[in-house]
């Protein structure tokens, strides 16, 4: 391993950088004759960085880290700090999605998506930050979702997890800006690739998706259609949203939230700018054949509830 980098490089701990936009980002950083990585997966994924040209050297180590796993986070940030003297830069990639609806998501799901997808890199974070505030420098990015802006049918527990890390990581940047440190959240929207592939589906849900006489068949059925359509039809690639994340890392003063692709703008303008209550009723009106979702019931006009009385 050499013994260590020298004053002028800066360490950048990566997570999920096996697949997809951790990858590129991975890809990306290693340009960088002045960045010394530590690039994380689960165990069972290390294999793939080989099968990506990526081997261990000098300026790239390669670590597990399952992100719900307290003492392999402790290990790897411990690590890195006995070595280089602690993290400049941290990216929070690592991610899960679980595909279920609001009666069938089991308590270990939803246990298991927050975990990945908001404690875990909280978590991480937490441990980067004292050394960080020492130097009074450095950089976490948390690569969240143009999910973490609005919650769809049948990713329920996936946007609530980027729900939640919007908010502490929003409070965390309030927290340690007087201390030099910036954080910034990454929000991308449908990226061109495979990963919807990855899904988890709860067994429950999974038979919900095969079976056409359960009620919420058509809610799956439909939505996999969408989001198919979607990804399919994306300008974003891993690349294209691997060079955001990285231009956001190397501004002076990044901004708290950076919309990475055009549907994230779109949703945030939208949210922002659509009344409410006429919000929540196109965006219901425009989900894909939902006509067929079991019935007209809540289908209201704007402000208004099921009633037909204002809406409170």
């Known amino acids: 391993m050499g ?33 010394q990585l530590v690039l994380t997966a689960r165990e069972s994924s290390l294999p793939r960085f080989a099968e990506h040209g990526i081997t261990e050297g000098e300026r790239v180590w390669l670590r597990a880290l399952d992100i719900t796993d307290d003492r392999q986070r402790r290990a790897v940030v411990e690590e890195a700090e006995q070595t ?47 050394k960080m505030r020492e130097r009074k420098a450095g950089r976490i990015i948390q ?22 890390l919007e908010a502490a990581s929003e409070a965390m940047h309030y927290e340690v800006r007087p201390f030099g440190i910036r954080v910034s959240l990454v929000l991308p929207g449908f990226i061109r690739s495979p990963s919807f592939l990855k899904s988890v589906v709860g067994e ?12 919420y068949n058509p809610h799956f059925t439909n939505m996999d259609r969408f989001i198919e359509r979607m990804m ?26 950076v919309l990475a692709t055009w549907d994230a703008r779109l949703l945030w303008w939208f949210r922002r700018f659509i009344p409410h209550p006429l919000n929540i009723w196109l965006t219901y009106r425009m ?18 509830g099921s009633s037909g009385s204002p809406a409170r």
């Open 3 to 35: 013994d260590g980098p020298s004053p002028r490089r800066r360490v950048v701990l990566l997570t999920g950088a096996s697949v997809g936009l951790g990858l590129a980002l991975a890809r990306l950083l290693m340009r960088d004759s002045e960045t």
């Open 84 to 130: 280089f003297g602690g993290v400049d830069v941290l990216i929070n990639n690592a991610g899960l999605t679980y595909r279920t609806v609001a009666e069938y998501a089991t308590p270990l799901e939803l246990s298991h998506q927050m975990a990945v997808n908001y404690e875990g890199p909280m978590a991480l974070s937490a441990l980067v930050l004292p």
């Open 143 to 164: 690569v969240s979702s143009a999910g973490g802006l609005v919650a769809m049918p049948t990713m329920g527990l996936y946007s609530a997890s980027k729900f939640a």
């Open 204 to 215: 429950h849900s999974r038979r919900a998706t095969e079976d056409p006489g359960d009620p």
């Open 232 to 257: 399919n039809f994306a300008k974003a690639s891993p690349e294209s949203v691997a060079s955001c994340v990285l231009k956001t890392m190397e501004r002076r003063r990044p901004p708290l939230r």
């Open 287 to 304: 989900l894909p054949g939902i006509r067929g979702w079991g019935g007209a019931e809540g289908d209201e006009t704007p402000g208004t």
